[in-house]
C-alpha cells in the first residue's frame, strides 16, 4: 500500500529499513524523526515494483489557526532528488491523504545543489520554489551548509583541507588534558544538555527543551544512529555537541559549550572527534549544518569557514500549494 499504517508493525519495519538503507536519504525522512517532532501528525507513503520500496516519502503535518495544515517533508523525499517524475508520483499517491487532511501545501527540501535546469523542471511541473528568489533567512532550513568532502579521503588529508588557522587550533586541542567521550544514553544527553542550556542563556538565544532531546535517545535507542560528544578536562565538562551518522554522512546538528578553559580549545576538539568518527565509518560527507550569511557577518560562517571553504547551496523549497489563499498568509507571515 502507498500509505503506510503506523499501526502495521511489519510494514512499517520494511518502510523504516528501506529510508535507512536508501542511496538518498536522510535523518529527518526516518520515521523516528516523527517521533522526536511529537506534536506533528506523520504520514509515510511509498512506491513500489515488484513487491519492493523504490521510493518514499515521510511527511509532518500540523495545523494552523484556521485547521488547514502544512505537510512537510524535510530533506526529502527519498528517491534521486533530480528525478522529477518520480517525485511527482509520490506526490500523487500522497495527494488523496493530504487533500482528507485538509493540506494547503506540501513542502519538500531536498538536499539537491541548485541548478538552473533542475530549478526551471520543477517549475514546469506545476511547483513552487523557494531559493534566490527569497531571502536566507525566508527559509525553513537553511538553504545553505557548510559540507566536507570525506570521499576517498584519510584523516590526515581531511586536516589538510581546513583554513591554516583552524589547522593550528585543531591539532592544538589533541592534549592528554583534554578527553572527548562519545555515545547515545540518558547520561551522555545529560551532560550534553547541560552545556547547550548553558550556552543558550550566555547567549540569550531560545533553546530546545529537554524532553526533545530525551526522545532523541528513544527514538533510536539500540542502533549507532545518534551520536552524543562531551569533550572535558580533568575537573569539568567544556563542550557538547549532538549528531546523526545516517545515510552517506555525519551531520553535526546542536552544540554547546561554556566559557571555562578556554586554552584547552574544546570546540575543536570535538569536532575533530566527530569528524573522525564519520571518516572512521566510511562517509561520504560531514555536514556542519547551515548558515544564513556567506561572510563575516554570520558568526557560525565565520567558524565553520575554517573546515569549509565553500557552502553547498541547495535546490531549497519545493512547494506544491493546494490552497493559494492560505500558502500566501503562510509564506507571508
Avoid at 75 to 96: F, N, Q, R, S
Wanted: charged share 30%.
Amino acid at each position: 500500500m502507498p500509505i503506510i499504517n503506523e499501526q502495521d508493525h511489519d510494514a512499517m519495519t520494511r518502510y523504516t529499513e528501506f529510508v535507512r538503507r536508501a542511496p538518498f536519504t536522510s535523518i529527518t525522512q526516518d520515521p523516528g524523526w516523527g517521533e522526536i517532532k511529537n506534536n506533528w501528525e506523520p504520514l509515510h507513503v511509498t512506491l513500489e515494483k515488484d513487491g519492493k520500496i523504490t521510493a518514499a516519502m515521510s511527511i509532518l503535518m500540523i495545523a494552523n489557526e484556521d485547521g488547514e495544515k502544512l505537510a512537510y517533508c524535510s530533506k526529502g523525499p527519498v528517491c534521486d532528488p533530480t528525478d522529477v517524475a518520480t517525485i511527482d508520483a509520490l506526490v500523487a499517491e500522497a495527494e488523496p491523504a493530504l487533500r482528507e487532511n485538509k493540506v494547503y501545501v506540501l513542502r519538500m527540501d531536498p538536499e539537491v545543489v541548485y541548478d538552473d535546469a533542475l530549478n526551471d523542471t520543477f517549475k514546469q511541473h506545476g511547483y513552487q520554489v523557494r531559493n534566490r528568489n527569497v531571502g536566507m533567512h525566508d527559509t525553513i532550513q537553511p538553504r545553505f551548509n557548510m559540507v566536507m568532502d570525506l570521499k576517498d579521503k584519510s584523516i590526515d588529508d581531511v586536516l589538510m583541507t581546513f583554513r591554516p588557522n583552524t589547522r593550528h587550533d585543531v591539532r592544538h586541542s589533541i592534549k592528554p588534558e583534554l578527553t572527548v567521550d562519545s555515545g547515545s544514553s540518558m547520561a551522555e544527553m545529560d551532560r550534553f544538555y547541560a552545556l547547550y542550556e548553558a550556552m543558550s542563556h550566555r547567549q540569550g538565544i531560545t533553546y530546545r527543551p529537554r524532553d526533545y532531546f530525551d526522545r532523541m535517545v528513544t527514538a533510536f535507542e539500540g542502533t549507532d544512529i545518534l551520536r552524543i560528544f562531551v569533550a572535558h578536562s580533568e575537573t569539568q565538562d567544556l563542550a557538547g555537541s549532538l549528531a546523526f551518522k545516517y545515510g552517506d554522512k555525519l551531520w553535526y546538528m546542536y552544540g554547546g559549550s561554556i566559557n571555562e578553559e578556554p586554552k584547552l580549545l574544546a570546540p575543536y576538539r570535538i569536532q575533530w572527534a566527530m569528524i573522525n568518527e564519520a571518516v572512521d565509518a566510511h562517509k561520504d560527507r560531514y555536514d556542519l549544518g547551515g548558515v544564513f550569511a556567506l561572510d563575516k557577518s554570520d558568526g557560525l560562517w565565520l567558524f565553520k569557514h575554517g573546515y569549509v571553504r565553500e557552502a553547498t547551496e541547495y535546490i531549497g523549497e519545493i512547494d506544491k500549494v493546494y490552497d493559494e489563499q492560505a500558502y500566501q498568509k503562510f509564506v507571508n507571515r
